[in-house]
């Protein structure tokens, strides 16, 4: 039987499989990875922890999971997309609470990137035993990067607008692998320079894992005289009032030179990338 799953691991391995070396004390673990529907991703990383609460793997895998000889134990897996962007790994004490970053701005302190295709999940309690009977978990990745798009009408502007800046507080900056969930740390701000789309109309997107707390939308606007007017109201209830499948809300802001800007804010859920054009 052993010899007959080592043969199975080999043909596992010349389709792009990952093993380990086998040793008496181990078992084989196979674990299958299902995606969000219609998301592709070139493969996954795997981190696999010990009941002693140590790494005892950090793999990379393809898409569709990982086979390998490991030690008899009980096993902790968390798992992320490959081509995550814009964020970093970091462990914690408890491993249920290591987390996905985002990537902060070097000029900006307190500033973050804007992060993209996050997929993430885990499962604790993985038992491997020794011997020959494979240990099979299936996991679910799912998204966890919310899609914010702006569409800003400068028409009512009394002078020339050249530029429109916006600004975003209260940006969640990390996720639990586990679960994709908060992971509770300062919240941080994600800066975006709007284009102009024609007819004094703007449009910019910001990308992010989330917000909380309360929300301030800064948009500076900057003239063609060189002088800018900027305003900083609060949206937390707007934001919030966005149904977990998407919605559209509609915000007219007063900048501080009297002009005005009717800001409309989309953002499409689901369990792809939230993409909102």
Request: charged share 15%; with cysteine.
């Amino acid at each position: 039987m052993r010899r007959l799953y080592l043969l199975l691991l080999v043909v596992g391995l010349a389709t792009g499989c990952i093993r380990q070396p086998v040793h008496e004390c181990d078992g084989p673990l196979n674990i299958s990875l299902v995606w969000p529907e219609n998301q592709q991703v070139p493969g996954a990383k795997i981190w696999l922890y010990s009941s002693s609460g140590l790494l005892h793997l950090m793999t990379e895998c393809p898409a569709g999971g990982y086979q390998g000889f490991v030690p008899a134990d009980t096993y902790t897996v968390l798992v992320v997309n490959s081509d995550y962007a814009n964020a970093t790994y970091a462990s914690r004490d408890a491993v249920q609470n290591s987390t996905i970053q985002v990537a902060a701005r070097s000029t900006d302190p307190g500033t973050i990137q804007q992060v993209d295709r996050v997929f993430c999940t885990g499962a604790g309690s993985v038992v491997v035993q020794q011997g020959d009977q494979p240990t099979g978990i299936t996991l679910y990745p799912k998204n966890t990067v919310k899609r914010l798009h702006f569409l800003l009408d400068a028409s009512s502007a009394t002078a020339e607008i050249v530029g429109l800046d916006l600004c975003m507080t209260g940006i969640i900056p990390s996720v639990r692998v586990m679960d994709g969930s908060d992971a509770g740390d300062t919240p941080k701000r994600v800066v975006v320079t709007a284009e102009e789309t024609g007819g004094w109309t703007y449009a910019a997107d910001m990308s992010m894992f989330g917000w909380r707390d309360d929300n301030a939308f800064t948009i500076t606007a900057r003239y063609a005289d060189g002088t800018e007017a900027i305003t900083a109201p609060l949206v937390t209830t707007q934001l919030q009032g966005l149904p977990e499948e998407g919605g559209t809300v509609n915000v007219t802001l007063a900048l501080s030179n009297g002009d005005e800007l009717v800001v409309r804010v989309t953002w499409e859920g689901g369990s792809g990338e939230g993409t909102v054009f």
